[in-house]
């Protein structure tokens, strides 16, 4: 399985962005994905995840203000981040579960002014 993340940038303080992930391979045993961020000097932490029955887990700082999604399968999976703040700057990494296996991206990095 591959993930390829896109949809990083720079955005102002409040603003928005969509990071889209793309999954190919072998993607049809795929039990979850979501995303992991990690900012500098820090660890990489869980944002949010989404199940093959469409449960979704969000951290506490993404609750309200981000949105994970899916396509039907599991082609692309999106992450829409809303009221951004300077503490979200990151590294974005996309993450899938394939029976023990754990995949990544290579991260794309949002940067947000204040």
């Known amino acids: 399985v591959q993930l390829v993340e896109s949809g990083g940038g720079l955005v102002q303080a409040g603003g928005s962005l969509r990071l889209s992930c793309a999954a190919s391979g072998d993607t049809s045993c795929i039990s979850n994905m979501g995303w992991y961020r990690q900012a500098p000097g820090k660890e990489r932490k869980i944002v949010a995840l989404?199940?093959?029955?469409?449960?979704?887990h969000y951290e506490d700082f993404a609750k309200g203000r981000f949105t994970i999604a899916r396509d039907g399968g599991w082609n692309t999976v999106y992450l829409q981040m809303d009221s951004l703040s300077p503490e979200d700057t990151a590294v974005y990494y996309c993450y899938g579960r394939l029976g023990r296996l754990d995949y990544w991206g290579q991260g794309t990095q949002v940067t947000v002014s204040s």
């Open positions: 989404i199940a093959s029955d469409d449960r979704t």
